[in-house]
């Protein structure tokens, strides 16, 4: 009963859902039988999906987050700092005539069939508290209820560990899955490395690279065309902040390649481990139509924006007089002119500040 008692409080890690059916198999040891039960109670409001009971009644399932805290005879022993892993607290020090008495006892415990309570008080990692009870049957006998005890005491560390490991395993998950759903609806496809250049998480747009030669196989980024590959190898391995590549498929699509990282470091710091993990941009090459609205509406004039945008999707500048129908001269001089409000001096830096802007959702 012990063992089995133990697994099921460990398998709640995962799901959460299981502590009611552990809560009730941990009732029935403590109590040698069906009747009394237990309860999960999470003591800090920003916990309430821990709150769990063994009871079928909807009614019993709220009796610890509301009237525990106000009407328990216990509450005035709830310490304030714990006094090492957890703190055992139970009512033996009411004698059966102040329970016929206590308004919590007759008017909440009775309806249940309780008739004494045991608690154990502990804090999680994150030092949330968290209320472990075992409510009694009503008419256990007094070597049942020291029995109950020893056996909640037994329990105590298993049922400590599974909380602090579950809230962790739920933390880390709900993290990923934000930050996942986050990666997931930016507008370019990304994948995050470690410092060997391993695949650690790729987004749906990376995958659907694989229709222009570009596949995450065995954790590592394949290239089919030669072009892509040389260039994003060597994006990789140098580790340039704030550097890009274009290359082009075999079905003349361009795309920008980019490498960044989690934070400010650079390759010049002496822990070079500091910068991973980084993280591969890749986006179409063609400069997104809001990125001109963007410039015109912060940055640069309408022709400067246009222009700019050209140069940065790769058109030559006679070319671009060419589409505008104006002089190279005019076309120079209005990019000139966007280097001093951009206070940028080649079209290299311009073009990457183009796309840099343009990466944004």
Known sequence: MLSETIRNIYATIDNRSLWKNSLANIAKYCNGSDEGGAALVPLDPDCVQWRYGSS?????????????????????????????????????????????HSPF????????????????????????KFLLSVQNPINAPTDTVLSSKKKLL?????????????????YNKNTKDCFQCLIDHMPYAIAIFDKQNNVLFANQKM?????????????????????????????????EK??????????????????????????????????????????????????????KNFFLSPAQSKISCMIADGIPIK?????????????????????????????????SFIKDIDCLP
């Not at 037994?154 to 599974?162: C, R």
């Not at 910068?275 to 609205?293: G, S």
């Open 56 to 100: 079928k009644s909807d009614e019993s399932d709220l009796l610890y987050y509301s009237d525990w805290k106000g009407q328990s005879p216990l509450r005035s022993y709830k310490p304030q700092s714990m006094p090492g892993d957890f703190f055992y607290i139970d009512d033996s020090f009411l004698t059966d005539e102040v329970l016929d």
């Open 105 to 128: 006892y007759q008017e909440y415990l009775k309806t249940f069939g309780v008739r004494r309570l045991q608690n154990c008080l502990f804090e999680n990692f994150h030092g949330k």
């Open 154 to 170: 037994t329990l105590a560390p298993h049922i400590i560990q599974a909380v602090n490991i579950g809230d962790n395993f739920y």
């Open 207 to 239: 995958v659907d690279m694989e229709q222009y030669g570009i596949f995450i196989i065995n954790n590592r980024i394949k290239n089919k065309s030669e072009d892509s590959k040389i260039k994003i190898e060597k994006l990789l391995k140098d580790c």
């Open 242 to 295: 704030d550097t890009y590549v274009t290359f082009s498929t075999k079905s003349e699509k361009n795309f920008i390649a980019k490498v960044g990282f989690f934070n400010n470091i650079n390759k010049n710091n002496q822990d070079i481990s500091l910068v991973f993990p980084k993280f591969l941009m890749i986006h179409d090459c063609h400069i997104n139509k809001n990125t001109e609205k963007i410039l």
């Open 319 to 351: 070319e671009i007089a060419k589409i505008l129908n104006i002089t190279e001269g005019t076309t120079r001089q209005t990019i000139k002119e966007a280097f001093a409000r951009l206070d940028i001096n080649s079209q290299v830096k311009l073009a």
